[in-house]
């Protein structure tokens, strides 16, 4: 299989709401058009920056046709289906399919604390429902489930299985995984440390804080790729200024907030996320001078 597609770049689309709380389908093309045009190579959508896990089945379906459409085959696609319910992820598997998404992605089940076993039938169940690839969504501080290079091999049996999204600082388990015999994409999932994670291997990176600010994510992609590893870690240092303001008022909210800024509507996040402080709003109109 060619994975080329898959390597570089993805932004986890943030996902906008109308003012009466409906997806907004004109605001995704508006972020995904300009995240585009400043070169990010495609999409994570639905994600824990997209807010999946507090939309219905429905919604997250609608979500998976507005962002295909609005991408028009430009950049390569990813739907993240994960949720407790396996049923449900099926299904939303199948959407994204029929939707034209390259591959999807899924969270491990969480809250009932479930057995290795019951997370590998969980993974093959939703992988073998479709025929695009599966990429894992590795994020132990979610659901605590530990995924190491072992269970890794063990899943990866199953050829449909092709990635991992790495939601954690352990980079020395990203290292691993690259060990493995298929070599399996993994994809860097803190933004804070992207050039960290491409120097351990990853083959690129997805993250919430390209959606307003993908050329810095962009450069630092190439800049490593060309070697020239001192000017990329100037630019991860910037970002992570930035960053470190996101923490203080809410990730989410305030890239929300700097779109806004921009002029995209999003309505901010749903609840039980809190809304944006005063300072917090204030803080977005800084950082968007700064970009
Ligand atoms: O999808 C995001 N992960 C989570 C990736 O939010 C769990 C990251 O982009 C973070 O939001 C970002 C800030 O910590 O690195």
Redesign the pocket.
């Known amino acids: 299989m060619d994975k080329s597609k898959f390597r570089g770049v993805f932004s986890?689309l943030l996902t906008p709401y109308t003012k009466d709380d409906k997806i907004n389908g004109s605001s995704i093309k508006k972020i995904i058009d300009m995240n585009l045009s400043k070169g990010i190579n495609g999409f994570?959508v639905g994600?824990?920056?997209g807010e999946g896990m507090l939309l219905t089945v429905e919604e997250r379906k609608e979500l998976f046709r507005y962002a295909s459409e609005a991408n028009a085959g430009r950049g390569t696609m990813i739907a993240h289906v994960g949720t407790i319910n396996t049923k449900h992820a099926i299904e939303m598997a199948k959407c994204a399919e029929e939707a034209g998404y390259d591959a999807i992605s899924a969270v491990a089940p969480y809250y009932y604390g479930f057995s290795y076993e019951a997370i590998k039938g969980y993974y093959n169940d939703i992988a073998n429902s479709v025929n695009i690839p599966m990429i894992m969504y590795n994020?132990p501080?979610?659901n605590g489930f530990v995924f190491n290079k072992e269970r890794a091999e063990d899943m990866f049996k199953n050829k449909k299985f092709i990635g991992i999204?790495h939601?954690t600082a352990d980079l020395f388990a990203l290292q691993q995984f690259k060990t493995m015999e298929c070599d399996p994409l993994v994809y860097n999932?803190?933004?804070?440390m992207l050039v960290a994670g491409l120097s351990m291997g990853a083959d690129g990176g997805?993250?919430?804080?390209?959606n307003f600010m993908p050329e810095k994510y962009v450069k630092m992609y190439s800049l490593f790729k060309e070697g020239n590893i001192k000017e990329a870690q100037k630019i991860q240092f910037e970002a992570n200024e930035i960053?470190t303001q996101?923490?203080k008022y809410g990730?989410?909210a305030m890239e929300k907030g700097i779109l806004e800024e921009m002029g995209i509507e999003m309505n901010g996040c749903r609840k039980p996320f809190t809304e944006l402080s005063a300072e917090g709003k204030k803080a977005c109109k800084e950082i968007l001078k700064s970009l």
């Open positions: 986890a994570y994600g824990s920056t994020f501080n979610a999204k939601t999932g803190f933004d804070e997805i993250g919430s804080t390209y960053i996101l923490i990730v989410f």
